[in-house]
């Protein structure tokens, strides 16, 4: 019975970078947490290590290609049943293939399209619902400084976070009246697995582990506050 009273936040694309960061401040805030990756086994090592450490907590994992809309809405439903209610929702699987417009692979813009909007839309829709028949709820949208920023070789990427930001503007404005909150986060360059193989060195990015303190910190206001918009930038700002 104890499990079943705490919150649960709903975290997509939790294996790894700033999704991993996120699914980890909120279990160690006392969070139940849920998730979603495409790979199985880090999904049970993360399972494994969060269990092991809050054992008073509820984890739920499983595998989904988030761009594949009929199986995320398969996972939405099954966190929904496993949970009954989701205060918090992190869209933040994302894929990163650079290029440009009109050199990038074919098929670039839809992956990438379909992995950082259309699973955010999908999600926002589901879980978003289930906030608004409780009456509470906070939404988180992973968004980049990509989503203000027409980056050099940034391609389709560019044109998927400017969309996702126009999103959550979009949710912000239908919710605001529901005691539904929604934040776009918009970090620049993260310590993630997207820089892997990079010669630069490890300080001049942000940790994910800062994404996550202030994505906690934006959750952790009064009711009659919310923050709408997230810039962080490493501290001798953007690549060139």
């Known amino acids: 019975m104890e499990k079943e009273m705490k919150p649960t936040v709903l975290v997509s694309g939790c294996t790894k970078g700033i999704g991993l960061a996120i699914a980890q401040k909120f279990a160690q805030e006392g969070f139940n947490v849920a998730g979603c990756a495409r790979n199985q086994s880090d999904l049970e090592l993360l399972f494994t290590q969060l269990s092991t450490q809050y054992p008073k907590q509820h984890f739920f994992m ?40 009109l050199q990038e692979e074919e098929g670039a813009f839809e992956k990438q399209f379909l992995t950082n909007v259309s699973s955010a839309y999908h999600l926002s829709r589901i879980i978003g619902t289930n906030m608004v028949s409780n009456l509470v709820g906070h939404i988180f949208n992973i968004c980049s400084t990509a989503s203000i920023t027409a980056y050099t ?66 959750y952790d206001l009064s009711p009659s506050t919310v923050v709408e918009e997230l810039l962080i930038r490493p501290q001798l700002g953007d690549f060139k």
């Not at 809405?73 to 894929?95: H, P």
């Open 153 to 218: 070789n940034g391609g389709s990427y560019c044109i998927s976070k400017y969309a996702m930001l126009g999103m959550n503007q979009v949710l912000r404005e239908e919710l605001r009246e529901k005691n539904i909150k929604v934040t776009a986060v918009l970090p620049g360059a993260t310590l993630t697995d997207s820089w892997k193989g990079s010669d630069l060195p490890s300080e001049r990015f942000i940790p994910a582990e800062d994404i996550a303190k202030l994505v906690w910190n934006a």
């Open 62 to 101: 499983e595998a989904c290609d988030v761009s594949n809309t009929e199986l995320l809405k398969i996972f939405a439903k099954d966190v929904l049943r496993e949970f009954g209610t989701v205060q918090v929702l992190v869209n933040n699987a994302g894929v990163f293939m650079p290029g440009t417009i």
